[in-house]
């Protein structure tokens, strides 16, 4: 069974500065992994994703994410945070074919930004 | 850009009404998803559609919940008996043929119901 934990229901940081959103999940089989962003009264959009190959892996809007398999981790990190950054954070797990490729999800993080 | 289209945005129903939420997802893809996110709470896996039938379920799936591709556009949920706690954010996704690709995510549909 797939499972995804996000640590940090909330993470606030000032503008400029670094964001960093936990994730760690539970898979048997190779995983892949997804950050999703919701802004408000919106769906949810992909920020990137991680299948297979380079194990650092870059998305829109300046964010990326590390997958390390021994850490089980899937840290989604930006060096300098903007104003329109605010919006919750999702981090998903599919184990592809395994399972139908469903999505887990994680509880999310809501990213609030000072200026 | 293609995108997954829902409707309506917002269903208000009242509890043992049947209600239909209607997606169109995007026209060359080939697996359809609802999702459904409870009020404060994270987002959970529904169904999945593939080749005109049902290939994966979850728990919250049962028999008041029910899935058609009545065309070659729409994806619908329907839920018979609309229950208080049926109440929640659904999202329809859909992705091309391998799962290496994302799925592609509709706005979603409130449904409350009273």
């Known amino acids: 069974a797939q499972s995804v934990t996000q640590l940090g229901s909330h993470v606030s940081v000032s503008e400029g500065a670094l964001v960093l959103l936990r994730c760690n999940y539970s898979s048997s089989v190779p995983p892949y992994l997804f950050w999703y962003v919701q802004y408000p009264n919106q769906g949810l959009q992909l920020l990137l994703k991680?299948?297979?190959?380079?194990?650092l892996v870059k998305g829109i809007n300046g964010f990326e994410a590390e997958f390390k398999k021994s850490e089980t981790s899937f840290h989604l990190t930006k060096p300098s945070a903007h104003m329109s950054d605010a919006a919750e954070y999702f981090c998903a797990v599919s184990e592809g074919e395994t399972s139908g490729s469903r999505l887990t999800f994680g509880e999310g993080t809501q990213l609030t930004v000072n200026p | 850009e293609p995108e997954v289209t829902q409707t309506p945005s917002h269903q208000v129903t009242q509890m043992g009404q049947e209600v239909i939420l209607r997606c169109v997802p995007i026209s060359n893809h080939l697996y359809f998803y609802w999702y459904r996110q409870i009020l404060g709470q994270k987002v959970e896996f529904l169904v999945s559609?593939?080749?005109?039938?049902?290939?994966?379920k979850s728990e919250i799936f049962d028999d008041q919940f029910s899935v058609e591709r009545p065309d070659g556009s729409n994806f619908t949920l329907k839920i018979r008996s609309t229950k208080l706690e049926d109440s929640a954010m659904y999202f329809c996704?859909?992705?091309?043929?391998?799962?290496?690709?994302?799925?592609?995510f509709g706005p979603g549909t409130r449904l409350t119901v009273l």
């Open positions: 991680y299948t297979t190959g380079a194990t």
């Open positions: 996704a859909s992705r091309p043929d391998s799962p290496l690709n994302e799925q592609f």
């Open positions: 559609f593939y080749n005109n039938e049902i290939s994966e």
